[in-house]
């Protein structure tokens, strides 16, 4: 049934058409990382809230709960209690919500985001990096004033 509704709704092989619906809905352009069909389904769930009373109501008393949990509750830097992270890799898409003590990702509680990491690439990773938390940061010099080109600086 929501199948149909998100395939009428949005069609997942537009690319294009979802990118710009997200931004209209939302005022942004949405991660480059997002898939089509994720797009799509966001798109087609934000629909359904905005066409409902009941989740209207929900949504607003989730917000003031999530305000009031930005104030008090942590998880490392710019992580609140309560907030969702969501990476796609290798065609699947992976949630992981944000706890006092740690995270959940698939009913399964982690101390580190990186644990997480390493869990679906199989391979050692920056959590936060992988998670997109983190921007690659490239010095346009270091710290004796000299630029990578090797040109000093005044």
Not at 28 to 38: E, Q, Y
Not at 120 to 126: K, P
Request: some cysteine; charged content about 20%; aromatic content about 8%.
């Amino acid at each position: 049934m929501w199948e149909s509704i998100i395939h009428e709704t949005h069609k997942p092989n537009d690319r294009e058409t979802a990118i710009r619906d997200w931004t209209a809905r939302f005022g942004r352009r949405p991660p480059k990382n997002l898939s089509t069909v994720f797009l799509a389904r966001a798109l087609a769930f934000e629909d359904q809230c905005q066409q409902t009373s009941a989740l209207k109501q929900l949504l607003k008393r989730v917000q003031k709960e999530l305000q009031g949990s930005l104030k008090t509750a942590s998880t490392g830097p710019g992580l609140a209690a309560g907030s969702h992270l969501v990476r796609e890799w290798n065609g699947r898409t992976y949630q992981v919500e944000v706890l006092d003590n740690g995270f959940v990702m698939d009913g399964r509680t982690y101390r580190s985001l990186s644990a997480i990491a390493s869990k679906i690439t199989g391979t050692n990773w920056s959590g936060p990096r992988f998670f997109g938390l983190v921007k690659q940061h490239v010095p346009s010099s270091t710290s004796s004033g000299v630029t990578r080109s090797g040109v000093a600086t005044p």
